[in-house]
């Protein structure tokens, strides 16, 4: 990793092509897939407003799939909405799901935030 100090002069240039890596790749098909789920699921029950954060969920983990900083972003706006729907059902261990897997995302995408525009 680059660190500030550095600047210009960094011994380790930017590779051309990024590279995912294997942790963060399986965490975003697997982010994709289960949120791909929910819109099923909750397109059967009729609810409509966690049917469109699922779609949200989709669009930003395709998003950070492409490198876009604004999906990831989304992704972390989309567990602060499931950390706030825990809350107000009083659920500690969705609370603690919840922050555990913006957590997990945070640190994986950090470690590739060069590769972001």
């Known amino acids: 990793m680059q660190r500030k100090e550095d600047g210009y002069f960094s011994s380790e240039p930017l590779s051309l092509k990024p590279d995912r890596g294997f942790l963060l790749s399986t965490w975003l098909v697997f982010f994709v897939f289960i949120n791909g789920y929910f819109i099923y699921a909750h397109a059967r029950q009729g609810s409509w407003l966690p049917l469109i954060w699922a ?33 107000d059902a009083q659920s500690v261990s969705g609370i603690v799901f919840s922050l555990v897997f913006m957590g997990l995302t945070y640190f994986l995408v950090r470690q590739k935030w060069e590769f972001f525009k």
């Open 55 to 87: 779609v949200f969920g989709v669009i930003c983990g395709v998003g950070t799939w492409f490198w876009f900083k604004l999906a990831f972003y989304g992704m972390l706006l989309g567990y602060a909405y499931n950390i706030m729907q825990n809350l």
